[in-house]
């Protein structure tokens, strides 16, 4: 079974309004944890580095005002889009490392779609 | 992060093996070479990881080369559920960077 856990998997939101997108690590702890995000037939981009109990390092480019991520517990790391444009529609993924260097479970995944 | 060059797509039989190549001349001494496959509308799994010597799982082989500048990956009998993209990643921590992958098609 999913070992990290992404809720929801799909959202349609209007534009203007912030949609919130949760991570879980399931059975097994995480101080970080990925947010990646992916359009159509594009690969993974790495958004930003979660870190429980302090603030997210982002990458070059991701606007820290526009996906606020919060990493309250060792289980929940959760990436908020607030006022979201038809632009920031895409599929956004979750990883957490399994303590083996290099390898991350991955969420299933959750598609956005801004109207 | 090294540079990969991996084939845009490939395509094999079915029950055939598939031998998946990817070049990464610029790894570093430290750095693993993982594998991971994303199936259409699903986040990302992980394939296979090695250092230098080859390595095999219940997935996939993977074969590394002597110098380590480019490595292969190995479905011994693809099934249509293995059509996917699939990824080369050399890398050393938890932060891992994608390229653009090879979309491999498995034909029935």
Same mark, same amino acid.
């Given at each position: ?34 947010? #990646? ?14 870190? !429980? =109990? +302090?603030?997210? @390092? ?33 599929? #956004? ?14 969420? !299933? =995944? +959750?598609?956005? @779609?801004?109207? | ?108």
């Amino acid at each position: 079974g999913a070992v990290v856990s992404q809720h929801p998997s799909r959202v349609i939101c209007k534009s203007g309004t912030s949609v919130k997108i949760e991570c879980r690590s399931l059975d097994f702890q995480a101080t970080t944890m990925f947010w #990646y995000r992916q359009f159509p037939k594009k690969s993974l981009m790495l958004m930003a580095t979660s870190n !429980e =109990g +302090s603030k997210a @390092t982002y990458e070059q480019g991701v606007e820290k005002d526009k996906f606020l991520i919060n990493h309250a517990s060792l289980t929940l790391s959760t990436l908020t889009v607030t006022s979201a444009h038809p632009e920031d529609s895409s599929f #956004y993924i979750c990883s957490a490392p399994t303590g083996r260097a290099g390898e991350l479970f991955f969420g !299933e =995944g +959750s598609r956005l @779609t801004v109207l | 992060d090294a540079k990969t060059t991996q084939p845009n797509s490939m395509e094999s039989n079915e029950e055939e093996p598939v031998h998946l190549p990817c070049n990464h001349s610029t790894i570093s001494g430290t750095d693993y070479i993982h594998w991971y496959r994303q199936l259409p509308s699903q986040g990302p799994e992980y394939v296979i990881h090695g250092l230098t010597s080859n390595v095999n799982n219940r997935m996939a082989s993977l074969a590394i080369a002597e110098d380590r500048k480019s490595s292969t990956l190995i479905l011994h009998r693809a099934t249509l559920r293995d059509a996917a993209v699939y990824y080369c990643i050399p890398n050393r921590d938890d932060k891992i960077i994608f390229g653009k992958g090879t979309r491999l098609h498995i034909l029935p």
